[in-house]
C-alpha cells in the first residue's frame, strides 16, 4: 500500500515552522490528556495537538476498518495491534485531512474547537502500555569504551559481541514519559579500596543516548521470526535515556548482568515517530565483519535510519549545554536484527513491547553517548554553561535528549525526552 502520508511536497492548512519537528509528513502518535481532563489517542503538527478520538465520533475516518472505540483508549496498543495496513491508512487520512487543499475540517471550526488543542493545553502521557522491555547492547564504538575500561583495551569485546545483538531484560514498570522527574537510586556498591559493599545513595548516575522501537504482536510461542520480515512487526520509534548507576553496576553486574543499576528508570519521548515516517530518511548501517550467521544477515539495502541525536545538561538554574551529538545509524546490529535475534528460540513479543538500542555511540569523543564515556569513567570533567563541572548527573540537573531527521525536501523528528533527576527518595515514614 502507498504511503501517501510522506509527500514531501505536500502541505498543511496548520501552521508549522520550518524547524519543527512535526511537519504534517510525520504524523506521529501519541496519549494526551486533553483540557476537559480526558485522556485520547493523538497526533501533532506543529504545535496542533490533535484529538483522533473525536476525530473518529465525528466520522473523519469512515471506511477504515477500525474499532468504535478504537482512538477513545488510554494506551497505543490495540491500533499498533491492528498492524501495518491499518497504521498506513489512518496516516494517509489524517494526512488528506489536514492538506491544504483538503476543506473537510479547514473550514469546519465546530468541529476544529473539539478536535484541535494547542500543545500547552496538552499533558502528554506514556503512549503505550509497555509489557517488557528489552534492552540491546549494540554500538560498537560504546561496546569497545567500555570494553576498554573495564577489561583488556586489546580485547575491548566479549567473543561473543561480533556475532549476536547482546542484551538484557529490563523493567518495564519503572519506564515514564518526558517530564516526570526520576530519583537517585539507592543500592550495593563497593567503595575504592574497600573489602565490603555499602548501601547508600549513588555517587555515579548517568544517562545513556538511545533510541526504542515500539513493536506489535510479532508471533506465537516457538516460533521465530526472519530477519527480513521483522520490520513488518515494528511500529516506530522514540527516543529513550536508560538510566544507569555505574557504581552500582560495576558491583553486581558480574555473572548475570545489569538489575538494581538499570531498572530504576528508563524515560522515553512521548509521540512514536512511525517507521513508514521515517522511510525517506533510511540509510546503510555499518558493515559487519564477520559476517553474522544466515539467520542474522540482514540483506536490505538500507537497514538504518539517518537520525541526529544530541544531549544536552542544564543544571538547576543554570542554561543547557550540549554535551553529545550521536547519530542513530552508528549502530553495528541493525533492528530487523535486534529483533530476529530476540525471537529466534521462539521467544513471544506483544503490542506495546519496547526495544532499547543500547547506547549509541560514535567514533569522536563528542559522540560518545553516556557521561561513562564523556569524562571516561570520572577522569575528565565536563564544564556547563554556568561554569560548573560535570563529571556524572547531580541532583537537580536535567537531560534533555532531542532526535531529528533532515534531507534537502522536509525535517521531521522526535520532539524530546527531557527529564530530571531528583535527590533519593523520601518517604512519609523517612520524613
Known amino acids: 500500500m502507498p504511503i501517501f502520508a510522506n509527500d514531501p511536497h505536500r502541505k498543511s492548512w496548520i501552521e508549522v515552522s520550518k524547524e519543527s519537528d512535526f511537519p504534517i509528513q510525520n504524523i506521529p502518535f501519541g496519549v494526551f490528556l486533553t483540557r476537559e481532563n480526558d485522556i485520547t489517542i493523538g497526533t501533532r503538527i506543529g504545535e496542533c495537538a490533535i484529538d483522533l478520538g473525536a476525530m473518529q ?21 490495540d491500533f499498533i495491534s491492528d498492524g501495518k495496513k491499518t497504521w498506513r491508512l489512518v496516516r494517509n487520512r489524517i494526512a488528506e ?9 479547514q473550514n469546519n471550526i465546530e468541529h476544529q474547537k473539539i478536535i484541535l488543542f494547542s500543545m500547552d493545553e496538552v499533558e502528554m502521557q506514556m503512549p503505550v502500555l509497555v509489557g517488557d522491555y528489552t534492552d540491546f547492547y549494540s554500538s560498537k564504538e560504546h561496546a569497545t569504551n567500555v570494553g576498554k575500561m573495564f577489561r583488556d583495551p586489546e580485547n575491548a569485546l566479549l567473543p561473543n559481541w ?44 548517568d544517562f545513556e543516548l538511545e533510541m526504542g522501537f515500539i513493536t506489535t504482536d510479532a508471533n506465537v ?12 512487526y515494528i511500529f516506530g520509534l522514540v527516543l529513550l535515556n536508560d538510566w544507569s548507576a555505574r557504581d552500582i553496576q560495576k558491583w553486581e553486574y558480574v555473572p548475570l548482568g545489569p538489575f538494581l543499576a538499570k531498572n530504576f528508570a528508563t524515560s522515553i519521548s512521548p509521540w512514536i515517530v512511525t517507521l513508514d515516517a521515517l ?60 529483533l530476529a535475534h530476540h525471537t529466534s528460540n521462539g521467544c513471544k513479543v ?29 577522569e575528565n570533567s565536563i ?15 536535567t537531560i534533555v535528549m532531542k532526535g531529528f531527521c533532515k534531507n534537502e525536501q522536509i525535517r521531521l523528528g522526535f520532539g524530546e525526552v527531557s527529564t530530571q533527576l531528583l535527590p533519593i527518595f523520601k518517604s512519609k515514614i523517612d520524613k
Open 350 to 378: 506483544n503490542s506495546g513491547d519496547l526495544m532499547g538500542s543500547g547506547t549509541i555511540s560514535g567514533k569522536t569523543p563528542d559522540s560518545f553517548g553516556s557521561m561513562l564515556e564523556l569524562t571516561w569513567r570520572g
Open 383 to 397: 564544564t556547563l554553561a554556568d561554569g560548573s563541572a560535570r563529571k556524572f548527573i547531580e541532583d537537580y540537573d
Open 97 to 105: 485531512i489536514f492538506d491544504i487543499v483538503n476543506n473537510s475540517l
Open 162 to 205: 561480533l556475532h549476536l545483538p547482546v542484551a538484557y531484560h529490563g523493567r518495564s514498570s519503572s519506564i515514564v514519559p518526558s517530564g516526570i522527574p526520576i530519583h537517585r537510586p539507592m543500592g550495593q556498591l563497593l567503595p575504592k579500596g574497600a573489602e565490603k559493599p555499602v548501601f547508600e545513595p549513588s555517587r555515579l548516575v
Open 221 to 232: 510461542l516457538g516460533e521465530s521470526i526472519p530477519v527480513d520480515k521483522a520490520e513488518d
Open 279 to 338: 522511510a525517506p530518511f533510511r540509510t546503510k548501517s555499518i558493515e559487519q565483519n564477520p559476517k553474522p550467521l544466515p539467520h542474522l544477515v540482514d540483506s536490505s539495502k538500507n537497514n538504518s535510519i539517518d537520525i541526529q541525536l544530541e544531549v544536552s545538561i542544564k543544571p538547576n538554574k543554570g542554561e543547557p549545554k550540549t554535551i553529545c551529538k550521536s547519530n542513530f545509524k552508528h549502530l553495528y546490529w541493525s533492528m530487523a536484527q535486534q
Open 57 to 77: 465520533r465525528l466520522g473523519y475516518f469512515d471506511g477504515i476498518p477500525l474499532t468504535d472505540d478504537m482512538f477513545m483508549q488510554d494506551t497505543l496498543n
